[in-house]
């Protein structure tokens, strides 16, 4: 079956960049997306990309798609305490596939 | 728009019992979907509406678990007999469009079996 892989943890400065990067197999997804958990809560959809873009940028959310590689990107400038959190990818058009989530630590 | 709600927001319950969730989507999205996330882990399918018609079911969706979405509004997931491999986060997220889009979570129903 499909498949979404990432690194399970990240661990940053305050004011660095973060970067979490995720691999997939389902070549068929039109859209990919980056979704953000908080403990003990539901998913926010931080952003998406439509698959034949490289790059789309909001605010200081940057997502890097190489298609070819199937490998997606998403790079949070400036990050903050509040950033810290689980960072979900996902493809697919209606059955998302997810990967285990990265964590992201946020140092102050 | 209020989002995606979902009621209750924990239950626990003992192995063996029924349990009914329910989901009230963004008010006019016509596609529903149901998500099981365990601890550790991604959001797993289980299973997705398209108004009230059920389109899909995961394989992980065992004849103990049945989800309906009458007149295409809110949805209901019961599992009966519950097992304590049940114990898990039901997540339930809706989204608009006949072939996709994005999908809006709601805060999740936490079902722990004890």
């Known amino acids: 079956g499909e498949d979404v892989e990432q690194s399970l943890f990240l661990s940053v400065r305050e004011g660095d960049s973060s970067v979490i990067n995720c691999t997939y197999t389902?070549?068929?997804?039109?859209?990919l997306y980056w979704y953000k958990q908080e403990p003990g809560a539901g998913l926010q959809l931080l952003t998406y990309?439509?698959?034949?873009?490289d790059m789309k940028q909001d605010q200081r959310l940057t997502v890097l798609l190489n298609k070819k590689d199937k490998h997606l990107s998403l790079r949070i400038a400036d990050t903050q305490t509040g950033d810290s959190a689980i960072y979900f990818c996902?493809?697919?058009?209606?059955?998302?596939?997810f990967g285990t989530g990265t964590r992201l630590k946020v140092l102050a | 728009d209020t989002g995606v709600s979902q009621d209750p927001r924990h239950k626990i319950t003992k192995r063996g019992q029924n349990v009914t969730f329910r989901c009230d989507p963004i008010?006019?999205?016509?596609?529903l979907y149901w998500y099981r996330q365990t601890l550790g882990q991604g959001p797993e399918f289980l299973t997705y509406?398209?108004?009230?018609?059920?389109?899909?079911k995961s394989r992980l969706l065992s004849d103990r678990f049945s989800a309906e979405r009458p007149k295409g509004s809110f949805s209901t997931l019961e599992i009966q007999r519950t097992e304590q491999g049940d114990s898990a986060m039901y997540l339930c997220?809706?989204?608009?469009?006949?072939?996709?889009?994005?999908?809006?979570f709601g805060p999740g129903t936490r079902l722990t079996v004890t």
């Open positions: 990309i439509f698959s034949n873009m």
């Open positions: 997220a809706s989204s608009f469009g006949q072939t996709g889009g994005e999908q809006y």
């Open positions: 996902s493809s697919g058009t209606y059955k998302y596939i």
């Open positions: 509406f398209q108004n009230e018609a059920q389109l899909e």
């Open positions: 389902d070549s068929s997804s039109t859209y």
């Open positions: 008010s006019e999205h016509n596609r």
